[in-house]
């Protein structure tokens, strides 16, 4: 079996500072992606990649940005944290095929001072 | 939009079954899937269902009408650890994009 792994766990910051979240998989999928969950709020696209060096931007994509250097991993930029913000973001990445399986990371746990 | 909607919250009562609906309106339709996200957890995968009618998985059964835009997740002789939160997620034509509703969050009771 794979396993994704998102770092940090836990990110505090400052309001306007750049924070970088990170995501790798060992299931050799294409598609990855990640994901805002807000409190009593669903998942919400930020960012979505079918391969490396491919970035698509979900509805969410405002105030973000991402990075597929490589197949394994994907990153997520907030490039300038909101004041009182909190959400956890979820990296994923999917099976091939029309089979949407989706396989989820622990998530990261923002929150801005 | 995308619209996918859950209702909140959901209880019932450990042995008995629960029914967690979630209705749809999406430009285009390729599948439904349900999943289920303990408190504190990553979602897990349950289900996926393209075809019209129930689709029975032991424990957990899924439903599906497109005509109605409507599905609902059928979970069998509750336990007590089947308390959480039930997430549905609606594909577009192009496979890569998913919209999640909001999830219910189940509480099964003694």
């Known amino acids: 079996g794979g396993i994704i792994t998102q770092t940090p766990k836990f990110l505090i910051g400052q309001e306007g500072q750049k924070l970088t979240l990170k995501c790798q998989q060992n299931f050799n999928h294409d598609t990855m992606y990640w994901y805002r969950q807000d409190s009593g709020k669903g998942l919400r696209l930020i960012y979505y990649?079918?391969?490396?060096?491919?970035?698509q931007k979900g509805d969410l994509s405002e105030g973000y940005d991402a990075s597929r250097e490589k197949k394994s991993s994907f990153s997520l930029t907030v490039t300038s944290a909101q004041k009182n913000e909190m959400a956890v973001f979820l990296c994923?990445?999917?099976?091939?095929?029309?089979?949407?399986?989706?396989?989820f990371g622990a998530g990261t746990r923002l929150s801005v001072l | 939009g995308q619209g996918v909607e859950q209702p909140d919250n959901l209880m019932s009562v450990e042995g008995t079954f629960a029914r967690v609906n979630c209705t749809y309106s999406?430009?285009?339709?390729?599948?439904l899937s349900w999943y289920q996200q303990r408190e504190g957890h990553a979602p897990v995968f349950l289900s996926y269902v393209v075809l019209d009618g129930l689709k029975d998985s032991g424990h957990f059964s899924t439903f599906l009408s497109r005509s109605n835009g409507y599905s609902y997740l059928l979970l069998t002789e509750l336990q007590i650890k089947d308390s959480a939160s039930y997430l549905c997620a609606v594909s577009l034509p192009n496979y890569n994009v998913l919209y999640f509703g909001s999830g219910t969050k189940l509480t099964v009771e003694p």
């Open positions: 990649s079918i391969t490396e060096n491919d970035l």
């Open positions: 994923a990445s999917r099976t091939g095929g029309s089979q949407n399986t989706l396989y």
């Open positions: 999406t430009s285009g339709f390729n599948g």
